[in-house]
């Protein structure tokens, strides 16, 4: 039997970090389920069914990664709340001369 040794391969600390949450399904089902409409953390609770400790924490990383957007929100009583939603349009992965690399099309910014 023959083994085979692994493809070595050059990854960043970033795009390692990507990868890591695109393999995680609570941050794929978080870019998911905020693609189309902007929700707050506890919406993206209830939707996913997912502990708020464990929210934050992917929120966090996405966050980190540049693939949420985070806007604020002032409520009628006064209370700010933060709605997220994701930038992403396509995510494309590529290996190329034992480097991997990782292009993300996101969804531009809104100027008023």
Do not use: W
């Amino acid at each position: 039997m023959q083994i085979l040794s692994p493809l070595r391969v050059k990854v960043d600390t970033r795009e390692k970090q990507i990868l890591q949450a695109l393999l995680d399904k609570d941050c794929l089902a978080i870019l998911h389920i905020t693609k189309e409409n902007a929700m707050t953390a506890s919406m993206i609770c209830t939707c996913h069914n997912i502990s708020p400790s464990a929210a934050y924490r992917k929120l966090k990383l996405l966050q980190k990664l540049n693939l949420l957007r985070v806007t604020y929100n002032i409520q009628p009583n006064g209370k700010k709340s933060m709605l997220f939603q994701s930038k992403t349009i396509r995510i494309n992965i590529r290996l190329c001369e034992s480097q991997l690399l990782i292009h993300i099309d996101c969804i531009p910014l809104m100027t008023v």
